[in-house]
């Protein structure tokens, strides 16, 4: 039972990894990361420490309008306080500076996690860039009445 109940709190803390980040929450996206976390996205280099990690988030994202993180967790494997996760993404983003064309992600999530006092958090990220590409908007968005409502709109 113990196993069931742990696979289900990793799930639920990789779900809110993915979530945090779409409604730009970042002290909710840094609540699921270790403090002493390593994590790699794609070729960017390292980033270490959990309040490094959040903000360089939110730094890589501050132009973001909005952003849908689509994510399938495949694995999870747990040996008592560790566990390892492989997650499918793909994450669709449109930012500021080119609000007619979406950024799309195709990429694997390679994770560890460890049970804290707090719960699950976790502690090492790679992310696995297998695909990218930008998008353009057609008619279909005006034939629709646009974009909304946006319920995770940024201030």
Same mark, same amino acid.
């Given at each position: 039972?113990?196993?069931?109940?742990?696979?289900?709190?990793?799930?639920?803390?990789?779900?809110?990894?993915?979530?945090? %980040?779409?409604?730009?929450?970042? +002290?909710?996206?840094?609540? &699921? *990361?270790?403090?002493? %976390?390593?994590?790699?996205?794609? $070729?960017? @280099?390292?980033?270490?420490?959990?309040?490094? !990690? +959040? $903000?360089?988030?939110? @730094?890589?994202?501050?132009?973001?309008?909005? #952003?849908?993180?689509?994510?399938?967790?495949?694995?999870? &494997?747990?040996?008592?306080? =560790?566990?390892?996760? *492989?997650?499918? !993404?793909?994450?669709?983003?449109?930012?500021? @500076?080119?609000?007619?064309?979406? /950024?799309? !992600? /195709?990429?694997?999530?390679?994770?560890?996690?460890?049970? &804290? @006092?707090?719960?699950?958090? !976790?502690? =090492?990220?790679?992310?696995?860039?297998?695909?990218?590409?930008?998008?353009?908007?057609?008619?279909? *968005?005006? #034939? %629709?009445?646009?974009?909304?409502?946006?319920?995770?709109?940024?201030?």
């Amino acid at each position: 039972m113990q196993t069931l109940q742990d696979r289900i709190a990793i799930t639920d803390v990789l779900h809110k990894y993915s979530s945090a %980040i779409d409604s730009f929450d970042y +002290a909710a996206v840094r609540a &699921t *990361l270790a403090d002493d %976390i390593w994590a790699q996205y794609g $070729n960017s @280099e390292p980033v270490t420490g959990g309040d490094t !990690l +959040a $903000n360089w988030i939110a @730094e890589a994202t501050a132009t973001v309008i909005w #952003q849908h993180h689509m994510l399938s967790v495949y694995e999870v &494997t747990i040996d008592g306080d =560790r566990a390892k996760a *492989l997650s499918y !993404l793909t994450s669709h983003q449109v930012f500021r @500076e080119n609000p007619n064309a979406a /950024v799309i !992600l /195709v990429a694997r999530y390679h994770d560890e996690l460890r049970r &804290t @006092e707090a719960g699950w958090k !976790l502690s =090492r990220r790679v992310m696995e860039v297998l695909w990218g590409e930008s998008r353009a908007a057609d008619d279909l *968005l005006s #034939q %629709i009445g646009g974009r909304g409502p946006n319920v995770w709109a940024r201030d």
